[in-house]
């Protein structure tokens, strides 16, 4: 390889970081910090989710049978595939295999969009029986406290499916960067920082899982 | 520490990984279908914890991170289990305190405070 190719490789990194390794570090701190965060986020729902069982146990387990388990278990497969994915692309951003570190990141954005698919059929399925939350709630002869089941999955599955939707549009962008090769070995921080992102998201699911879909 | 000194993980440890994660989505599947009454939930928890921990472990690479990060980020848990314990020493022991509240400090004339509210806003 040519000097030239090397020079125009190398990443500047910001001039208060003592070296490309210190930053790096400080991005992955900070980056642990807001996931601690959106743990402490999700915390919110799944106390709502805690409270409302704890009231309401025969409702939840009528509720599940209104949930397909197949599609569920197809979306954890999806995200579990999607993760791995992932991780892979990290690894050949650090081995600097842009061309592979691409197929990886694309592979993960398109298991994301089946995610999203399968999500779509169930919603859509969903609000053609009328089970919906709150005061929009349409199914006849079922559960009166049932509206209350489907706020909790609506919203809990709904700000997953926000952050699987930001997840996409993260991945489309190093999808872009992984093409013009601007990740190295010295330099893969976001293909590493987004793997993280799409980790947490991947770890949210994992628990609704069985939360909404596997109650009995 | 150079740049060139990123531990990078083997294929091998990836894929074990991800075999695990499917094989405990399969069992999660395989256990829901048994009934253990109230241990479900338990079950059902126990393996996502399992997975959970496989996830953050090797796919987030905290196993070979700094033990700063992980004692931060698991710090983040406990203030979670906090939340759980407040909210539900109230939401759990709310029928509980009314049921003292009949009986309490050995007062030999039966106290109906609310039933006698409800008489005045009755007859007014």
């Known amino acids: 390889m040519s000097q030239a190719n090397v020079v125009t490789n190398k990443h500047h990194f910001a001039h208060h970081f003592a070296s490309a390794s210190h930053e790096f570090e400080t991005c992955k701190l900070g980056m642990w910090f807001f996931l601690a965060q959106e743990l402490l986020f999700f915390s919110g729902v799944f106390v709502m989710y805690a409270v409302f069982r704890y009231f309401y146990p025969e409702m939840f387990i009528e ?39 691409f197929w990886h990141l694309t592979a993960t954005f398109m298991f994301a969009l089946g995610f999203m698919v399968v999500k779509g059929i169930e919603y859509s399925a969903k609000i053609h029986h009328g089970l919906v939350p709150s005061i929009w709630f349409n199914a006849p002869g079922v559960n009166e406290t049932l509206p209350i089941f489907f706020g909790c999955y609506f919203f809990m599955t709904g700000l997953h499916g926000i952050h699987v939707l930001v997840g996409m549009g993260l991945l489309f962008w190093l999808m872009i960067r992984a093409y013009r090769n601007e990740f190295s070995t010295g330099y893969f921080t976001p293909v590493e920082m987004v793997g993280l992102y799409w980790h947490l998201v991947d770890l949210i699911w994992i628990f609704l899982f069985p939360l909404l879909y596997l109650i009995g | 520490m150079s740049n060139n000194d990123h531990f990078i993980v083997p294929v091998s440890t990836y894929l074990s990984t991800f075999l695990a994660l499917i094989f405990l989505t399969v069992l999660t599947v395989v256990v829901a279908q048994f009934d253990f009454g109230p ?76 039933d006698d509210a409800d008489r005045y806003h009755s007859t007014h």
């Not at chain 2, 241990?39 to 070979?64: D, E, P, Q, T, Y």
């Open chain 1, 63 to 101: 509720a599940h049978h209104h949930l397909s388990w197949k599609l569920g278990a197809l979306n954890t497969v999806l995200l579990i595939t999607s993760s791995f994915t992932m991780v892979m692309g990290v690894r050949a951003a650090q081995l600097r295999k842009s061309r592979e570190c």
């Open chain 2, 39 to 114: 241990f479900n939930i338990a079950v059902a928890l126990f393996v996502a914890c399992i997975k959970a921990s496989l996830v953050i472990g090797f796919f987030m690479g905290l196993h070979w991170d700094r033990g700063f990060i992980a004692a931060f980020f698991l710090s983040s848990l406990l203030a979670i289990a906090l939340f759980f314990l407040f909210v539900f020493a109230d939401v759990g022991f709310r029928g509980a305190t009314e049921v003292k509240e009949k009986g309490k400090f050995g007062i030999k004339s039966p106290v109906k405070l609310i």
